[in-house]
C-alpha cells in the first residue's frame, strides 16, 4: 500500500504547464532519468548472451524510452539512426529496381549491406577511425592481430577494398557500397539491346526466355557479394578484437517505423536486419538491439514470407513490452512524486494524495483511469496530464474535472488509434463510425445489416487497400459475399486494434487484445459472442453505458 505523504496538497495550487510527462520519449528525457521503470524488458535487452534483441509492442508502450535508457547507463552505445543511412540511395536507384521488378531476390545483398554497415560503425567506434591516418593505424593492428591465420586474412582485403570511404558519413559508405552493387550487376548481366529503359518501368516490360535469363544470371552476381570475406571480418571482430567480457558493446536502432524509405522496401530491410542480429550473435560481447511497433514487426513477416519461412523461428528475438496495473501505478506514483519535488515539496507526494480515492461509485479513481488505457505509459500519462489542465489554479482535483477530462483524452485516443494503425487499416476512422452511440456491451449478432449499412457504401468509394474492407464491401454489394464476411472482417480488426473486447461464451471474460494472448479469427465469431466497446472509447464515440449483470466493465 502507498504511504500517504504529510505534505497538505490541498494547500497548494496547480499551475499552468503541470505535467507528468510528454508522449514523445524523446522530450521526456528529464522523467526517464528520474522515474524510469524496468520491468524486464531493459534487462533483457542489455544481457548479451540473451537472444533478445527486438525490442517489440504498441506504439507508447516505452520502446523508445528504452532506447534512451540503454543508451544513458551503458559505457559503449553506438545509435544508428535510420534518417541517416540515406537508404532512399536504394530505392531511387534505377537499377535495383529493375532487377526487383523482374524478380531478382536482393535479400542477400541487403544482408551484406547490414553487416557493412555494423561492422564498420563497429570498428569506427573501437578504433575511432576519424581519418585516413586513423584508418591506417586500424589496418596495421588488425595486421598484427591475423598475420598468423592465413584464413583471416581475407578480413584485411575487405577492409582495403572498402576503405576509401571508412570514416565517412554512414550515408556516404552506403552509397559507395550500393554503387558497386550496380556496377556488378551491369558487369555480370548482358543488358545490351533490351528495348526496355533499365528501370521499374522497363522491368514490367520484360518477359518469357529474356526475364529467365536475366533473373539467372543476376542472381548469380548477387550469390556473389562478398559475404565470405565480411564474414571472415566478423570472425575476427568476434575472435581477437570484441574479446574483453568486461567491455559491452551495444548498437541500438530506433524509429524503424517512421518513413525513412518507401514501405515495400522498408518491410525487406527490416528484415535483413534481423537477419543481420543472427549473424551478429556470434559477438559475443557486442549485441545490437532495435525497436519495432508491434503491427509493423507483423507486416514485415507478413509481406517478406518466403518458402519455408518459420515465423516462431524469430520469436527468440523478441522482446515483448507489456505493462499491468500495478507497473503502471508504480509507474505513476514516482512521476507525481518527481513533479512535486521539482515544484512544490520535498516530501513523496503520489497519486493517492492528489486524487480522490475513489471516482464516484465505481470503484478506486486509479482503476478508472487505468480501465482507459491500452495499458501503456502514454495512456496513462496522456490522461494524468490532461486531468491537470482542467484543475489550473485549484488545489483539489474531483470527480468532475475527471469527467471533463476524458472527454478530451478519449477524443484523442481515438484519433491516435486511427493514426497508429493507419498503414495497415486506411479505412479505419471511417469503419469505427460502425460503433458509434452503440451500447458498451453488445452481443454480435445485434450488429446488424441496418447498422453497418452507412459505413460499407462510403468504404464502396474507396480505393484498395491493405485492409481490403474497400474490396470486401463491393463484394457484399454485388453479391459476390455474404454480409457476415463484412461483420465478422470489422470486428476481427476492432479487436486486433484494441477497440472491442470480446466475451466468447459465458464462462470466459473479456478479453481485450492489448493484454490477453486470446486471437480472434472472423470464424470464432457466432451466436452468443459478446462485445464491448474499449472504455478509452466510450465518450468519443458517445456509447451508451449499460450494465448487465455479469459484465466486466473495462479490461
Not at 575487405?158 to 557500397?177: S, V
Not at 518501368?201 to 550469390?223: P, Y
Not at 472472423?522 to 451508451?544: C, F, H, T
Amino acid at each position: 500500500m502507498a504511504k500517504i505523504s504529510k505534505f497538505p496538497v490541498n494547500k497548494i495550487a496547480f499551475r499552468t504547464g503541470v505535467r507528468i510527462g510528454f508522449a514523445d520519449a524523446e522530450d521526456d528525457i528529464e522523467f526517464l532519468d528520474q522515474c524510469y521503470i524496468d520491468i524486464g524488458h531493459v534487462e533483457q535487452a542489455l544481457a548479451t548472451e540473451d537472444p533478445g534483441s527486438i525490442l517489440v509492442g504498441r506504439t507508447g508502450c516505452g520502446k523508445t524510452a528504452a532506447i534512451l535508457k540503454i543508451i544513458s547507463t551503458q559505457d559503449h552505445v553506438i545509435r544508428i539512426d535510420p534518417e541517416d543511412l540515406a537508404l532512399n540511395f536504394i530505392s531511387n536507384s534505377n537499377i535495383l529496381s529493375f532487377f526487383h521488378g523482374i524478380g531478382v531476390d536482393l535479400d542477400l545483398f541487403f544482408q551484406l549491406l547490414w553487416r557493412h554497415v555494423l561492422c564498420v560503425e563497429l570498428l569506427n567506434y573501437h578504433y575511432n577511425i576519424r581519418d585516413v591516418n586513423d584508418f591506417q593505424k586500424a589496418i596495421e593492428s588488425i595486421k598484427g592481430i591475423v598475420v598468423k591465420n592465413e584464413g583471416k586474412k581475407l578480413s584485411l582485403e575487405y577492409l582495403e577494398e572498402w576503405g576509401t570511404h571508412f570514416w565517412e558519413q554512414t550515408q556516404e559508405r552506403i552509397k559507395e557500397i550500393v554503387t558497386g552493387f550496380e556496377n556488378d550487376l551491369q558487369a555480370g548481366v548482358d543488358l545490351t539491346n533490351l528495348g526496355v529503359p533499365l528501370n521499374a518501368q522497363g522491368s514490367a516490360k520484360i518477359h518469357g526466355e529474356k526475364k529467365f535469363e536475366l533473373v539467372t544470371d543476376a542472381t548469380k552476381v548477387v550469390n556473389e557479394v562478398q559475404i565470405k570475406k565480411l564474414s571472415v571480418l566478423m570472425n575476427v571482430i568476434a575472435d581477437d578484437i570484441f574479446t574483453n567480457k568486461q567491455n559491452k558493446y551495444y548498437i541500438v536502432i530506433d524509429k524503424l517505423d517512421e518513413n525513412w524509405v518507401d514501405d515495400a522496401l522498408r518491410y525487406r530491410l527490416i528484415r535483413s536486419l534481423i537477419e543481420a542480429i543472427k549473424a551478429f550473435r556470434k559477438i559475443r560481447t557486442v549485441k545490437l538491439v532495435i525497436a519495432l511497433r508491434q503491427d509493423l514487426i507483423e507486416r514485415v513477416y507478413k509481406y517478406t514470407k518466403s518458402g519455408g519461412f518459420q515465423e516462431e523461428k524469430y520469436e527468440d528475438f523478441h522482446i515483448p513490452i507489456t505493462w499491468n496495473r500495478d507497473n503502471l501505478y508504480l509507474l505513476v506514483n514516482r512521476r507525481i512524486g518527481e513533479l512535486f519535488r521539482r515544484q512544490y515539496t520535498k516530501e513523496n507526494v503520489q497519486f493517492n494524495d492528489i486524487f480522490p480515492s475513489r471516482y464516484r461509485q465505481q470503484g478506486k479513481t486509479f482503476d478508472y483511469l487505468i480501465q482507459r488505457t491500452q495499458m501503456r505509459p502514454r495512456d496513462i500519462i496522456a490522461f494524468i496530464n490532461t486531468i491537470f489542465i482542467q484543475v489550473v489554479g485549484k488545489n483539489t482535483i474531483t470527480a468532475e474535472d475527471i469527467d471533463k477530462a476524458e472527454i478530451i483524452y478519449s477524443k484523442k485516443r481515438l484519433r491516435a488509434l486511427c493514426t497508429e494503425w493507419k498503414d495497415e487499416y486506411p479505412n479505419l476512422e471511417l469503419c469505427l463510425e460502425v460503433l458509434r452511440r452503440m451500447p458498451t456491451r453488445i452481443d454480435y449478432w445485434d450488429l446488424s445489416e441496418e447498422i453497418f449499412e452507412r459505413t460499407i457504401l462510403s468504404l464502396c468509394d474507396r480505393p484498395e487497400a491493405p485492409d481490403n474492407m474497400p474490396q470486401i464491401a463491393n463484394n457484399f454489394m454485388y453479391d459476390r459475399c455474404s454480409f457476415e464476411k463484412v461483420r465478422s472482417n470489422l470486428v476481427t480488426i476492432f479487436y486486433k486494434i484494441g477497440a472491442v473486447g470480446v466475451k466468447p461464451n459465458k464462462s470466459e471474460p473479456v478479453h481485450f487484445s492489448f493484454h490477453s494472448s486470446y486471437e480472434l479469427h472472423p470464424e470464432d465469431l457466432e451466436k452468443g459472442v459478446r462485445l464491448s466497446v474499449a472504455p478509452m472509447l466510450w465518450s468519443a464515440l458517445g456509447n451508451m453505458r449499460v450494465r448487465r449483470k455479469g459484465d466486466i466493465i473495462g479490461p
